[in-house]
């Protein structure tokens, strides 16, 4: 049956509307395949089955399981995770005979291999649902929730704001001790943020003018990811002067969280976002206007997680990696915790998760889970870790990764207009994924493997 271009745009969208989440333990053991891909590639490498340097190993190790588990096998996502972690063990302990003499140091470097996992590991998640999501076989229980619920895309959303405030830690965490002013500081923040709010408005203007299918309750008419990106950075530049002189990042994270889920229950906020018109340009777009505070103090807690990571620490590396660990547990501990009392006190439909919003119980949910997450990798690296950078292809997606999210949105969006993939079989669905993320991970690895080109934004 074929139908025009303006009804098969109505059916994209009604495709991705009013669904309905799944459960945060199916969430938790997918984005777990992440630990078990490394795992795996780790024990491999230690027992010399596959080289280091070799991109096709890494391709079949930390992209193909985990494109498996989001589709074709997501029914079975548990297993294959298990599944990794369990082969790894065999073979590390095959080859551990062999390699202890290999593990007595560590390097020096201040390179952090487990947080080269955990942002490139989420970026390709990340990269996979956003087109996966547009076909039949990606489980619509992974899509993004309408409004209340939980999902595999909602929490990766989070996780991306999340691991920026992890990497951006580095300059704020030294903001106090600079000579620059408040004026100074803000100018250079917002120079850093307009290639970003220029990728915003070529997102909006390219989406318009194809006619390109949206989903308006998302962010609204005109907003769209890169602005809440683009606007992070002078905000949290403000902020970052009361951190200096009385607060820490987190307690400001703490306070703007607490005092936007005030003003959406207690100050008519939440009804607003949800039910008012669509009148000004304001209304037009108050999902993505209203979540950026919670996206803030999201930001803001990523950067606490960043600035314990890059402390300075006098004391050996090892040792050092066992006080984060403990750190890392007892800071995602306490979000699980202060996540279950929400949920316990205040559990009604109104009141529960929310990306759409970027509610209090979604920030909780974000965070814990996300240092839950580096908790597993800093603790793998403990253990079985090898030195250096990591693995070269996760390293090359992290050294380019705005440039590996924008590369993705363009494969996506031309996949979406050259082919009608709603209507695509599961053989053409899987080959299509598999051949766009070879791409998506093949690009950065030459850029940066081959002529150490980093692409700044």
Known sequence: MKISEEEYKLAKEAHVANC????????NMICASIVGSHMLWTSLVRSNVVKKDSFIPEFLIYVVPVLACLTIASDYA???TIGMATSSLFFYSSSAATTTTQRVTKTKSEYKPYLTVYRAGTMILTCIAILAVDFQFFPRRFAKV????????DIGVGSFVFSSGVVASRAYIHQ????????????KSLRSAFPILVLGFARLFLTKSVNYQEHNSEYGLHWNFFFTLGFLPPFVTLLGFLRSRWLSFSMLGLLVACGYETALLGYGLQDWILNAP???LISANKEGICSFAGYLSIFLFGLE???????????????RQYVLLIRLFIFSSAMWIAFGIWNYFYFSPE??????LANLPYIFWVISFNLSLLSLLVLVELQIGLENRGPPMLDAINTNGLFTFLLANVLTGTINLSMRTLY??????SLVNILYMLIVTFVPWIMWRRYKIRVKF
Do not use: P
């Open 20 to 27: 309905t989440g799944g459960s945060i333990h199916e969430i």
């Open 78 to 80: 548990s297993w294959i």
């Open 146 to 153: 309408e409004t209340f619920g939980t999902s595999l895309m």
């Open 176 to 187: 106090g001790s600079t000579t620059l002013n408040i004026r100074q500081s803000l100018l």
């Open 278 to 280: 669509r009148v000004d």
């Open 305 to 319: 997680c960043g600035s314990m990571i890059f402390k300075k620490d006098e004391s050996k590396n090892r040792n």
């Open 351 to 356: 009141a529960y998760v929310s990306r759409r």
């Open 424 to 429: 695509a079989n599961t053989l053409t669905s």
